[in-house]
Nanobody, 119 residues
Framework: VQLQASGGGLVQAGGSLRLSCAAS???????????MAWFRQAPGKEREFVAR????????YYTDSVKGRFTISRDNAKQTMSLQMNSLEPEDTAVYYC??????????WGQGTLVTVSS
């Protein structure tokens, strides 16, 4: 699986951004088989989990700091995943990565997209 994240940028605190992750799946595999997730890595910090979504999109899970502000979704027909980020805070500043895996471990990673939230 090859993943391409996009949609990052500079936004003021309280603003919104929508990140997208486009997947390219090898022949013989289907995108809907993969659990998908977003991670982020802030400057000087370790990479952390942000949100995940199950194969058919019915089950989602968020880290506490983004609950109620971020929404993860996927479109299996388009082989894409999104992260709608509202009420952004300076603490959300990070490089955001999309990831995919057949189990709860994520074996495939996109290149990252930078989100900068100014105060």
């Amino acid at each position: 699986v090859q993943l391409q994240a996009s949609g990052g940028g500079l936004v003021q605190a309280g603003g919104s951004l929508r990140l997208s992750c486009a997947a390219s799946v090898a022949s013989g595999r289907t995108f809907s088989r993969y659990n998908m997730a977003w991670f982020r890595q802030a400057p000087g910090k370790e990479r952390e989990f942000v949100a995940r979504i199950g194969r058919v999109g019915g089950i989602t899970y968020y880290t506490d700091s983004v609950k109620g502000r971020f929404t993860i979704s996927r479109d299996n027909a388009k082989q894409t995943m999104s992260l709608q980020m509202n009420s952004l805070e300076p603490e959300d500043t990070a490089v955001y990565y999309c990831a995919a895996g057949l189990a709860m471990e994520y074996d495939y990673w996109g290149q990252g997209t930078l989100v900068t939230v100014s105060s």
